[in-house]
């Protein structure tokens, strides 16, 4: 029989490996637990980051007529980012604007028609339309329309990931913009394409920029398979609606044949014409 005293002494070494053991194993679990944790941290960061810099296309969803459309991102998560893509829907005005990646012939009769409403308008331009067009760009601007960033070389802006490669697009444009007019450019961008990022729109409010997508469009840039009169029409005076801001091209034939008359059309609906500087 073990005598009472050595059982004691061993119970009580046994009791202290067990105790050594647990906390062990405490300590392991505790350790497993943070490696997860900061595991799920990097992950959820790492989500975060995918979700910032994925493309995306700028898009519309429209409702009854004369209603403002939904964008896929809406205009109060866009006023985070110094974003805009619709002005006030309390007056029926609408902002007129134009991108122009080149010229075909058909920017005189548009900026004609635009002088006889005196509608301000805003021209995206890029750097072969400045290089190409500089009497125009400067007819723009004595006629106080505003000549606005659509970035250089028109890329898809959605891909670019680094600040750098990004303020280029737009710091080029600006020098050739101040080359041939001698003015500074107005700091407003429109992402060609419509594709953007989060954190493109981020990029572009630290430059100083305010970010304009829009509210209505219609399929107008291809030079060789331009739409109808009725078509154009159809599209641009039944979903007009308070603070549109409408994209059109400045390539477009039957724009530069339609617009005087659009533009009758559209103030005898109630309409009038402002500047996107004025939506705030």
Request: hydrophobic share 40%; net charge negative.
């Amino acid at each position: 029989m073990k005598s009472p005293v050595k059982y004691a002494e061993k119970k009580s070494k046994y009791l202290r490996r067990i105790a050594k053991g647990g906390a062990f194993l405490g300590l392991f679990a505790f350790m497993y637990l943070l490696g997860t944790g900061v595991g799920m941290l990097v992950s959820a960061m790492r989500t975060g980051a995918e979700a910032s810099s994925a493309v995306d296309n700028w898009g519309l969803s429209f409702g009854e007529a004369g209603t403002k459309p939904q964008g896929n991102v809406s205009a109060g998560d866009l006023l985070e980012y110094d974003a805009w893509y619709v002005g006030s829907t309390d007056e029926k005005v609408i902002y007129l604007t134009f991108d122009a990646g080149y010229e075909n012939g058909n920017t005189e009769a548009i900026l004609d028609a635009l002088k006889k409403h005196n509608a301000p308008a805003a021209f995206f331009v890029v750097g072969n339309y400045i290089e190409t067009s500089p009497q125009l760009v400067q007819r723009m601007v004595n006629e106080g329309h505003i000549v606005a960033n659509h970035t250089y070389h028109h890329p898809d802006m959605g891909s670019i990931s680094d600040l750098e490669t990004f303020r280029q697009e737009l710091e080029e444009l600006e020098a050739l913009y101040k080359e041939v007019t001698g003015q500074e450019m107005v700091k407003y961008y429109r992402p060609p394409q419509g594709k953007y990022s989060e954190a493109n729109l981020e990029m572009a409010k630290e430059m100083g920029y305010r970010t304009f997508f829009w509210s209505l469009a219609y399929v107008d840039w291809l030079q060789d398979d331009q739409p109808t009169k009725e078509e154009a029409f159809e599209k641009l005076l039944g979903r007009i609606h308070p603070g549109a801001v409408v994209l059109l091209h400045s390539t477009s034939s039957t724009n530069a044949e339609i617009l005087d008359e659009l533009l009758t059309k559209w103030e005898e609906m109630g309409y009038s014409f402002a500047s996107l500087s004025e939506i705030q």
